[in-house]
């Protein structure tokens, strides 16, 4: 049974930073991709990130480009979203989610296995 459970969320001023972390077990980690999506209140949930199998190959929404890093540690079965110059928009609940394959989606479809989310509140 696939388990993944994030954690690191929490209350940041705008500008502050955060990691959220990502435990997997229950599968071959370093075999699959994984990714990060977001849902705010009211709206559909969004892409994030993903990082292919090996870490070698990442992909950014363009929001969050240049002010979040996802990374992955295959020895710890870990995935890791490094969140720097947080804004209000970032507020979210944050999930990670691993993929059918070692090549990594900005589709959350095509992800089948789920966290139950973390919480990031960016205010003042």
């Known amino acids: 049974q696939v388990q993944l459970v994030e954690s690191g969320g929490g209350l940041v001023q705008p500008g502050g930073s955060l990691r959220l972390s990502c435990a997997a077990s229950?599968?071959?980690?370093?075999?699959?991709?994984m990714g990060w999506f977001r849902q705010a209140p009211g709206k559909e949930r969004e892409f994030v990130a993903a990082?292919?199998?090996?870490?070698?190959?990442?992909n950014y929404a363009i929001s969050v480009k240049g002010r979040f890093t996802i990374s992955r540690d295959n020895a710890k079965n870990t995935l890791y979203l490094q969140m720097n110059s947080l804004k209000p928009e970032d507020t979210a609940v944050y999930y990670c989610a691993t993929h059918t394959t070692g090549t990594l989606s900005t589709t959350g479809r095509t992800y089948p296995y789920w966290g139950q989310g973390t919480q990031v509140t960016v205010s003042s």
């Open positions: 990082i292919n199998w090996s870490g070698g190959s990442t």
């Open positions: 229950g599968r071959t980690f370093w075999n699959y991709a």
